[in-house]
């Protein structure tokens, strides 16, 4: 059964950093096209940072360039996204992503169009 599972969220003071974890089963992570997203009460979900198929390119959305980082374990097959310096506006459900496809980081964050979501987790920041 194919699963990807969500962990490390929860309520932090802006400044503050996080990382989100994102364990997969059922499949191999490695060369697999991987993403976060996040969605804000009455916002639209937003691909956050995302890896292309294949080990190909990593996009961020401007508004975390610099304060977040995603990377993988393939040895663990976790995908991670350490986040620094969150803003108030960080917060959102966090979902984690993956494709078997080989498209580019840019695609998948902006269309979405991944083959296995996680359940996500709730970030939360506020003073």
């Known amino acids: 059964q194919v699963q990807l599972v969500e962990s490390g969220g929860g309520l932090v003071q802006p400044g503050e950093s996080l990382r989100l974890s994102c364990a997969a089963s059922?499949?191999?992570?490695?060369?697999?096209?991987i993403g976060w997203f996040r969605q804000a009460p009455g916002k639209e979900r937003e691909g956050v940072a995302c890896?292309?198929?294949?080990?190909?390119?990593?996009y961020y959305v401007d508004s975390v360039k610099g304060r977040f980082t995603i990377s993988r374990d393939n040895a663990k097959n976790t995908v991670y996204l350490q986040m620094n310096s969150l803003k108030p506006e960080d917060t959102a459900v966090y979902y984690c992503?993956?494709?078997?496809?080989?498209?580019?980081?840019?695609?998948?964050?902006?269309?979405?169009?991944?083959?296995?979501w996680g359940q996500g987790t709730q970030v939360t920041v506020s003073s």
């Open positions: 890896i292309g198929g294949s080990h190909g390119s990593t």
């Open positions: 992503a993956a494709d078997h496809w080989a498209y580019s980081g840019q695609y998948y964050c902006k269309s979405g169009s991944l083959d296995h």
């Open positions: 059922g499949f191999t992570l490695d060369k697999y096209g």
